[in-house]
């Protein structure tokens, strides 16, 4: 005897997915809050034409609120990509240590950890930035970190033009490793 297995067919409609970039900034005050943004709009300007973005910015006061803590924590397991913006002149929070132990032991899908420094040359910068560099091998993420100079920043640059154009390039590979991720399908089962 044999049995056939018959299922419905899928139309066009039924299959397309309008799938969202998200992005999860933390950021230490209005400044860095400020060039946070800068990074995502210049993400979304060279990659807006290959799907929606969407952001959700947590400022790290708030993180010290549990409630909060746990929805940006959910925030970032669910973002492709999360940008960490401080001055780099002091430690991380230990609130932001806790979201970022939070999010990490979450099953989570982001390509990438970004850091983002005010300070060019810190000691404390160098050790969050080791810090963030570990999280991100943790998370099998990939990690860019961008001391001093923001997208959108050259006339303010604290160094001569071939410098900043090494500092461009860097935002370029960032937005092509995102590139190559997306191009990958997302079913949304078993990500």
Same mark, same amino acid.
């Given at each position: ?5 018959t299922?419905?067919?899928f139309?066009?409609s039924?299959l397309?997915?309008n ?5 999860v900034v933390?950021?230490?005050d209005f400044?860095?809050g400020?060039r946070a943004k ?6 979304a ?16 006061d708030?993180l010290a609120?549990?409630k909060?803590r746990?929805?940006?924590?959910? !925030?970032a397991?669910? %973002?492709?990509?999360?940008?960490? +913006?401080?001055? =780099?002149?002091?430690?991380l929070?230990?609130?932001?240590? /806790? ?8 099953t989570?899908?982001a390509?990438a ?12 910068? !160098?050790?969050?930035? %080791?810090y963030?560099a570990?999280? +991100?091998?943790? =998370?099998k993420m ?5 001391p001093? /100079?923001?997208?959108g ?5 604290h160094?001569n033009?071939?410098?900043?154009e ?6 370029s590979?960032l937005?092509?490793v ?7 399908p997302?079913w949304?089962?078993?990500?």
């Open positions: 005897m044999q049995s056939t297995l299922f419905p067919s139309g066009p039924d397309e997915v799938p969202t970039f998200n992005v933390a950021y230490e400044e860095t400020k800068k990074t995502y709009d210049y993400l300007e060279h990659l807006g034409h290959e799907c929606p973005f969407t952001n959700q910015m947590w400022k790290f708030v609120v549990p909060l746990a929805m940006a924590a959910k !925030d397991a669910a %973002a492709d990509i999360i940008i960490i +913006a401080s001055h =780099g002149t002091n430690p929070p230990a609130e932001v240590r /806790l979201w970022i132990e939070l999010w990490l032991g979450e989570g899908r390509i950890l970004v850091a983002l420094f005010d300070s060019l040359d810190s000691c404390e910068a !160098d050790l969050v930035r %080791a963030l570990s999280v +991100a091998g943790r =998370g990939e990690f860019f970190s961008q001093g /100079l923001w997208p920043r050259k006339e303010e640059a160094s033009d071939d410098a900043w090494k500092h461009e390039k860097a935002f590979v937005a092509g995102v590139e190559e991720n997306w191009a990958m997302r949304g089962i078993n990500e």
